[in-house]
Each structure stands twice: as structure tokens, then as C-alpha cells.
């Protein structure tokens, strides 16, 4: 049965496997490694596992499996399957390091994870670590986008998920992606007024999208597509091509300002929910050493990792959609592979049993696939939406860092984002980037006439976060590291 860990001092000092995230590819690999007897710990900062995806599917009425849709509700068996492996489950819990083990505290393990848990941090040592940490909204940076009553639309579907709430006044949904659709959609069937869904979509995509859609057609994405779309355009009104957009109000949103080419349009409403694609959420990856690589197709930093999801640090892998947007389907399988690659490599599978499963995994990971490239290239996000062109916009919202200010200091020759961080604190406030570190990058290459992938991102470094400093404290102290903050150690007599 599954063991529930409520405090950090409960956690065993060191574990074959830990999983960072209790999302689709998360649970699927605790599952696939537990299956084989690795003592599997799964560490996730929600009250309840699921992810974002999956999030309260648990506890989810009937009418809120109603409103979410059947994709949500397929979660169920997942975590049901989850709740009766032979593995430990750490809810609240906040990983914040990933690296070399100590060998002062555990020399037959490679890696060491940092987790605080009920107020006390404990490193964990492991064999391999399998990060799940899923994905993050893209950054939306236009005039407005900061004021009171605009929000993104994934955090609306996460108050609609964990609480039951929904917007109480005419809504308005804009941008782009699959996503956008999807909460609008979501909030129709509860009962919101969705008075417009402005699709801030380029028309241009099309040219790279279209070579890809005949494998769109034959997956199992284009007719729930069609069908999402045909009820939100049945329902609402829907604003197509849309080239800019500004959010206006005195002191809170009152209104959408949009521009179609030379023609524009104003929509009064109460709330404004954005949302322009997802990237992977990279800071736990990055502050491991794991290597990344631009994509220009989707125009978002990846982690480098093979087909099971290995990355560039040796027992370390990515799985979901921390590793490349895929989908809860494929994420899944993404952390299944993850969890059976660890088991093979702890030789705890023979070689037959290991590549039987891993080819059917990887055709059914191909299947769930199919379809995607045009969904990446289809709603790739515009340029203009992406790095703004008024340089009074708010970049890095935590230290109310402006375009123009990044503009200023990329025109002294900055040669990275690091070095932009050093003169504008841009990066550096609560989210580590998370808000801003892609407009920043974007617009560096941009003034610098490079490509995202010359510029780099920004160097993350654990704690990648907020860690008191009780929970510092309470960190088991080496000789080592008492000398070398003391300068001496102490004897007893």
C-alpha cells in the first residue's frame, strides 16, 4: 500500500527512484518503477496527486466532471492505480535541488534531492531521479496585461478545478492554443457569460502547418479538436486574426481593445483570461546541469533527452511535458518508459523483458503523437504577442522591469540574459523567471539580430524556491560544511 509522508523527518534517507510531480507522466513512472520493486519515493507540491491536468479529480463532482469533460475524468483510474502501488507519496512537498549526492552523507548513492516537507528540509539520497515538473504558460506581455481583472486562463481553470469558482462577470478569453479553447469551452459548460474568444492565431501558420495535417487528421486529436471548436463557436462570440490586442480600464480591466490590420474593435467585459501555448517548466531541470536546446517550431527552450527521457546528467531523466509539450496521453507513456528505463538500469528487469516492453511502450507513445506537429506548428504563437513592442510594457512582473528598460541595457552589449539579470534584477524576484524569462530572451535575440538559441537562458541555481531559513536549518550539518562556514570544528570532551 501506498505510504502518505506528512513531515520530512518521515522520509527515508535514501531511495532507489524519486519522482519530481504527481501529473500523468509522474504517476506513470512511480507505477512502472514501484511494479518492479524499486523503493520509489514521489514528491509533489499539490495537496493531491493528478498534476495540472488531473488536478482535484478525486474529489470532483459529478457536475465538475461534467464541466471539465471526459479527458479529465479518465484521470480517475490513473490515481486510482497510483494510490495502491507499493511506493512513498510526499505531498506539500517542495523539491528545490537536484544534484551530486554528499559523500559524507551517503556514498553508495549518486544523487541527492533536496526536499522541504512540514517545515524541515532533508537531502534524499537516490539512484536515479526522474523529473515530471510539467509545463508553464507562456509569458503574454501587452499594455495591460498586469492590471486588476486579467489573469491567465490556466490559472481560471485551476480556481474552476481545486475550488469549484468560476467568473461571476462577462468574460473574455484571448489568445492562442488548443488550451484557450478548452477553458472556454470548460467555462460555457458552467454557466459562464462568455461574451468573446479573440484568437490572436497568425494566419501565416497555416504555411508550415499544412504539410503536417494529414497525420493530424488520422489521430485522436482532430475530432476532439473539431468538436471543441465547433461548440465554442456555436455558443460564443469568436474574434479570428487578431494582430494586436490592449487591455484598458480605470484602475481595473473594463475593456479589450483589438486590432484586425487596419481595423479595430472594442469589447467591454469584467474579466479577462489570457492564455498564448504552454513551454515546459525548465528550473528544476536547468538548476540539475541538464542541457537544453532552442525549438524554433514552438519557439521554447527543451531539455536535451533521449527516447526514454535520459538527459544529459547521468541518472537524471525528464518525462511529460517538462521534456516537450505532448499531452497527458503521451506524457504518460513518456513516464512509464522513464520508470522502466530506471528499472533496467538498476538491474532489476532482464535485457528480453526490458526491450519487449519499451517497443510497445514507444508504438503506443507514437500513436498518442500522431498529430502533434501540426497542432505546434498550427498555433505557434505570433512574434508581436511574444516580445512586446511597446517599451512601456511590463516584462518581469516581479521587479516591474519595462521593454524599454531590457531594450536599454541590450544595447550596451549585454551578451546573455545573465548579464541583462545583473543590470535590471530582471529574473530575479520570486518566480525565477518563470513570467518573464522567455520575453526577456526573445527580446535580447531580437535587439542583438541573434536567434534564442545564441543568447542562452537564464543559469538557475537551487533553492529554485523560497526556503526559510528554519528549513536551512534544519539541513544535517557535515564536517565539512561546519568547517568551512566556522573555519574550525568543534571537539567534545
Not at 511494479?35 to 495540472?52: C, K, M, Y
Not at 495535417?213 to 461548440?231: E, I, Q, R
Request: glycine share 10%; with cysteine.
Amino acid at each position: 500500500m501506498i505510504r502518505n509522508i506528512q513531515s520530512a523527518t518521515d522520509l527515508a534517507p535514501a531511495y532507489d527512484v524519486v519522482v519530481v510531480g504527481a501529473g500523468p507522466a509522474g504517476l506513470s513512472a512511480a507505477i512502472e518503477a514501484s511494479i518492479h520493486g524499486l523503493a520509489v519515493l514521489l514528491a509533489d507540491e499539490n495537496e493531491s496527486p493528478g498534476g495540472q491536468i488531473y488536478r482535484s479529480v478525486e474529489h470532483a463532482s459529478d457536475a465538475d466532471l461534467a464541466c471539465m469533460g471526459p479527458d479529465y475524468a479518465a484521470g480517475r483510474k490513473l490515481i486510482e492505480r497510483f494510490r495502491q502501488g507499493n511506493l512513498s507519496y510526499a505531498p506539500r512537498a517542495t523539491v528545490w535541488s537536484v544534484g551530486p549526492a554528499d559523500e559524507e552523507l551517503d556514498g553508495a548513492h549518486p544523487l541527492e534531492v533536496g526536499i522541504s516537507l512540514g517545515g524541515i528540509a532533508r537531502p534524499i539520497a537516490a539512484h536515479r531521479v526522474i523529473l515530471a515538473t510539467g509545463a508553464l504558460e507562456r509569458p503574454f506581455p501587452f499594455p495591460g496585461w498586469t492590471m486588476p481583472g486579467v489573469m491567465t486562463a490556466g490559472a481560471a481553470q485551476i480556481l474552476m478545478k481545486s475550488s469549484g469558482l468560476v467568473p461571476s462577470g462577462r468574460t473574455i478569453l484571448a489568445g492562442t492554443g488548443p488550451l484557450l479553447y478548452l477553458v472556454a469551452s470548460q467555462l460555457l459548460r458552467a454557466g459562464v457569460d462568455v461574451i468573446a474568444v479573440v484568437d490572436a492565431t497568425p494566419r501565416e501558420n497555416w504555411r508550415t502547418a499544412l504539410v503536417h495535417l494529414p497525420a493530424f487528421v488520422t489521430s485522436p486529436h482532430a475530432l476532439k479538436g473539431l468538436k471543441l471548436l465547433f461548440d465554442v463557436h456555436r455558443r460564443a462570440r469568436v474574434v479570428r486574426r487578431v494582430t494586436a490586442i490592449e487591455a484598458v480600464g480605470q484602475g481595473k480591466f473594463s475593456a479589450l481593445r483589438a486590432s484586425r490590420g487596419k481595423n479595430s474593435l472594442e469589447i467591454e467585459g469584467d474579466l479577462l483570461l489570457l492564455h498564448q501555448g504552454i513551454a515546459p517548466n525548465l528550473n528544476l531541470t536547468l538548476a540539475a546541469g541538464c542541457d537544453y536546446y532552442w525549438d524554433e517550431h514552438s519557439a521554447v527552450f527543451r531539455p536535451s533527452v533521449d527516447a526514454c527521457g535520459a538527459s544529459s546528467v547521468p541518472g537524471v531523466s525528464i518525462a511529460g511535458d517538462g521534456a516537450g509539450i505532448v499531452g497527458a496521453v503521451a506524457s504518460a507513456l513518456q513516464g512509464e518508459l522513464a520508470g522502466l528505463n530506471a528499472t533496467f538500469d538498476l538491474n532489476l528487469i532482464d535485457r528480453n523483458a526490458y526491450g519487449e516492453r519499451r517497443t510497445r511502450l514507444t508504438r503506443e507513445l507514437a500513436r498518442a503523437m500522431r498529430g502533434r506537429t501540426f497542432i505546434e506548428r498550427r498555433f505557434r504563437s505570433g512574434e508581436k504577442f511574444r516580445i512586446p513592442e511597446h517599451d512601456s510594457t511590463i516584462v518581469c512582473r516581479c521587479e516591474e522591469i519595462t521593454a524599454g528598460k531590457l531594450r536599454e541595457v541590450a544595447a550596451l552589449g549585454v551578451p546573455g540574459p545573465n548579464q541583462m539579470k545583473a543590470f535590471t534584477r530582471c529574473g530575479m524576484g520570486p518566480c525565477q523567471g518563470r513570467l518573464c524569462g522567455l520575453t526577456a530572451v526573445e527580446l535580447l535575440a531580437e535587439c542583438r539580430g541573434g536567434s534564442p538559441s545564441e543568447a542562452g537562458y537564464y543559469r538557475l541555481r537551487p533553492p529554485i524556491k523560497p526556503v526559510t531559513l528554519g528549513e536551512l536549518a534544519s539541513w544535517p550539518h557535515t564536517d565539512a560544511a561546519i568547517v568551512a562556514v566556522a573555519g574550525f570544528l568543534e571537539t567534545r570532551r
